[in-house]
């Protein structure tokens, strides 16, 4: 089975990261940009401005 070339990571805001909404991007699985933690400024609806998000864990699931 071929190896993933991409990891799904969830991007929460900086400034308040147990905020109802946040996103799921793709980042690269290997090479030099996997060892960086994203961030991007994205519009965040709750506080109805523009913030900067930052990488975190995925939450664990359930079976």
């Known amino acids: 089975m ?3 070339t991409h ?3 969830r ?7 147990d ?3 946040f996103y799921y991007v793709k980042k690269p699985a290997g090479g030099e940009k996997a060892k ?3 961030s991007a400024k994205k519009y965040n609806p709750a506080t109805r401005k523009h913030e900067m998000f930052v990488e975190k864990k995925l939450p ?3 079976k």
Not at 11 to 17: I, R, S, T
């Open 36 to 38: 960086v933690k994203l």
């Open 11 to 17: 991007l929460v805001p900086e400034a308040k990261p």
């Open 60 to 62: 664990p699931h359930s």
């Open 19 to 21: 905020s109802p909404y």
């Open 2 to 4: 071929p190896k993933k």
């Open 7 to 9: 990891v799904k990571v």
